[in-house]
């Protein structure tokens, strides 16, 4: 099977400061992947890099053997919440349209049926009531689940998302989940910034060990063993999990 992502000899920085260095991967259809590592490994700056939202220094990076120019209607992201200007006076339905605007067009009304689909959206992730709802105004896991439907109602192949669990409760974390692990059920290609060793067993399949290269890649049941934590966390792994081989 071809991958439907391809990483060779990436690299990126921050000004003088190299954060990926020689990143290389390929990546499966109808994978649900966590990208793991220590604070500053270049978790969310890969996904940046991917999808030419931060320049790279060097490598190729194709999806379903397209680069991201071409490719970008069938990729789906959903950044941390900490770099959305929350206090944008709009509502959670305005929100998930956005997300519609590749059909729709930038200078076009939505029509009914685009509403249809983005309230269809809210609803799988229990914010159908919210639809008029101030986005500055919902909670911090009510914000994520609407922009996780803002990601579903593109109905994209490959959806990348940054720390999606950081900061949500219980309820949020489950619904979350249980929507990725559909995706993947459906053969879409899922990769997710991750924060919580503690449950990368239970909801990954794989795992991409990241500490500004990659230091361990593939199935979460081969790849997630404390010789290859050791390696990517060093002094600074705190977690001493009795599930991690």
């Given amino acids: 099977m071809l991958p439907v992502i391809n990483v060779n000899n990436l ?24 990208i793991v ?9 890969l996904i940046k890099v991917m999808l030419n939202l931060h320049p790279r220094l060097t490598g190729d990076v194709s999806f379903m053997e397209m680069p991201y120019s071409k490719a970008k209607k069938h990729i789906g992201y959903v950044p941390q919440r900490g770099s959305v200007d929350w206090d944008f006076p709009t509502n959670a339905l305005d929100v998930v349209l956005m997300g519609l605007y590749g059909t729709v067009g930038w200078f076009k009304w939505p029509q009914k049926k685009h509403r249809e689909l983005a309230m269809q959206a809210l609803s799988e992730m229990g914010m159908a ?31 990348f998302l940054d720390e999606p669990l950081a900061g949500v409760d219980a309820a949020t974390e489950r619904v979350i989940m249980d929507t990725l692990q559909q995706l993947k059920s459906r053969g879409r290609t899922v990769m997710v910034v991750h924060h919580d060793l503690q449950t990368v067993e239970d909801y990954f399949d794989h795992v991409l060990l990241l500490n500004r290269t990659v230091i361990a890649h593939g199935a979460t049941d081969k790849v ?21 081989r």
């Fill in 129 to 159: 009531d919210y639809s008029n709802r101030q986005i500055s105004q919902l909670s911090g896991g009510q914000q994520q689940r609407v922009f996780l439907a803002r990601a579903l109602v593109q109905d994209a192949d490959i959806y």
């Fill in 224 to 244: 997630f063993t404390n010789d290859h934590l050791y390696a990517t966390y060093g002094g600074t792994l705190r977690w001493m999990g009795e599930r991690v």
């Fill in 11 to 34: 690299s990126a920085a921050y000004r003088k400061n190299q954060v990926l260095q020689e990143v290389d991967f390929q990546v499966e259809a109808g994978t649900l992947t966590s």
């Fill in 37 to 45: 590592g220590p604070n500053g490994a270049g978790k969310s700056t």
